[in-house]
Nanobody, 122 residues
Framework: QVQLVESGGGLVQPGGSLRLSCAASGSFVRLNGMGWYRQTPGTQRELVAHVSRGGGSVYGDSVKGRFTISRDDAKNTVVLQMNSLKPEDAAVYFC????????????????WGQGTEVTVSS
């Protein structure tokens, strides 16, 4: 099992910045994929950004050039730096990991954090 704890959400004005952090814990050896998704009421959860263990990253079209994802494998953390925030970025942001390597097995399930809310409003 993997436990994910997110932090850093809150209220920010349009054009402002926020930094979301997620710490993973559990009896795993390695986490292959780490990422952030977001969801608003009545919509499907969508990819914001994902980073592989090798460092390759993928971003949702709406956040390219404004958001940056990074990971620290020594600390099992993933950070989403969000700049130039827009009202349409307001959502609950979820940390996710997949491709969990244990001592004797591999689990490609997605694990999710509890979510942290981001509000963008003046």
């Amino acid at each position: 099992q993997v436990q994910l704890v997110e932090s850093g959400g809150g209220l920010v004005q349009p054009g402002g910045s926020l930094r979301l952090s997620c710490a993973a814990s559990g009896s795993f050896v390695r986490l292959n994929g780490m990422g952030w998704y977001r969801q608003t009421p009545g919509t499907q959860r969508e990819l914001v950004a994902h980073v592989s263990r090798g460092g390759g990253s993928v971003y949702g079209d709406s956040v390219k050039g404004r958001f940056t994802i990074s990971r620290d494998d020594a600390k099992n953390t993933v950070v989403l730096q969000m700049n130039s925030l827009k009202p349409e970025d307001a959502a609950v942001y979820f940390c996710s990991v997949n491709g969990v390597v244990y001592d004797d097995t591999f689990d490609n399930s997605h694990y999710w954090g509890q979510g942290t809310e981001v509000t963008v409003s003046s």
